[in-house]
């Protein structure tokens, strides 16, 4: 089994990965890698065609593609070694980690490990919504996957869960896919994205919001034929082919779990002091591990400034081991 060592391991390629590996390189950290599970780093922005990332970090509007780009160019310009198509599976103690990657197995050990595994969307089975399991079911992530990066058949017509800023993402999509979004449904009676969005929103692309509306049933058999909802006492059908599971996040904290690390309980995420380091550990959380969830460029500004700070203990030899 081959086994190295490095400064800084960082687990998760996303902007706040990348931003925090560029901080460390600049700060003069040697030997600074990232390993990242998908086949290639940048993190959700690079199958997010819309514009609008860049603002805090960089001062730029780019579409989401340009903005992982940018992070994943300069981390290898400032000598970071980007390990791709590589999973941190299990620990072996609190210091090491071990991959798995296409050529083996691989043991890590680092002086510090920063955790940069972000947050998933709940789906359809996270979220117990009965009926079958027909074709045409999405998170927003799996649809921007399939319409940008695969350029698959998406559908006709839509219906889009949750009313978050990621669900307004989703109606963009849908749109450069070709399918109209029919409705846009939200247990709660007020929407959660920015203030009067979900209602200019619905007057451009023409679909109902129906707020304190619950999904009861997913309708079809090999495809989605319609969605069955519910609101005070009264149920009816919205026939679709499409749905789209948005927000309702919940952060990637599988390996901080298996590391014995303790998660809070109202946000699922790593318990961390005030710097997001694990107590009494070489251990830190970065970007949307972290919940609530941020944008991607606030993610990028907060892991640069604890990278500075990870930084400064290294030159100090004040790091746990």
Request: proline share 4%; net charge positive.
């Amino acid at each position: 089994m081959k086994s190295s060592t490095v400064d800084v391991l960082i687990v998760g390629a996303g902007p706040a990965g990348l931003a925090a590996a560029i901080e460390l390189k600049r700060a003069g950290v040697k030997n600074v890698r990232i390993v990242e599970r998908e086949k290639t780093a940048g993190g959700v922005p690079r199958h997010s065609f819309h514009p609008g990332y860049g603002l805090r970090d960089l001062k730029r509007f780019l579409s989401g593609p340009k903005y992982s780009r940018y992070y994943v160019n300069k981390a290898l310009k400032n000598g970071v070694q980007i390990s791709t198509s590589t999973t941190a599976t299990d620990w072996i103690d609190p210091n090491t980690l071990t991959l798995t990657c296409p050529t083996g197995i691989e043991q890590v050990r680092a002086s510090v490990i920063l955790l940069a595994t972000g947050a998933r969307e709940r789906g359809r089975a996270a979220r117990a919504v009965a009926g079958k399991r027909p074709s045409g079911i999405y998170t927003t992530g799996s649809l921007q996957q399939a319409t940008y990066l695969e350029d698959l058949y998406i559908g006709k017509t839509a219906v889009i869960v949750g009313t978050e800023h990621v669900s307004l993402s989703a109606v963009l999509t849908l749109k450069h896919a070709g399918v109209k979004t029919v409705a846009m449904i939200c247990e709660k009676s007020k929407h959660q994205t920015v203030f009067g969005a979900p209602t200019i929103m619905k007057l451009l692309y023409r679909f109902k919001l129906h707020l304190a509306t619950k999904i009861v049933e997913i309708q079809g058999d090999q495809r989605v034929t319609g969605v069955k909802v519910s609101r005070a006492g009264k149920e009816w059908v919205i026939a679709v082919d499409t749905i789209v599971f948005t927000g309702d996040w919940i952060p990637d904290h599988e390996l901080a779990r298996r590391g014995g690390i303790a998660i809070d309980r109202k946000y699922k995420s790593p318990i961390t002091n005030g710097d997001s380091q694990i107590p009494n550990r070489s251990i830190y959380t970065i970007g949307n591990l972290n919940l609530p969830i941020k944008g991607a460029d606030r993610c990028a500004v907060e892991a640069r400034k604890i990278a500075s700070k990870i930084a400064k203990q290294i030159h100090k030899g004040s790091i746990l081991s």
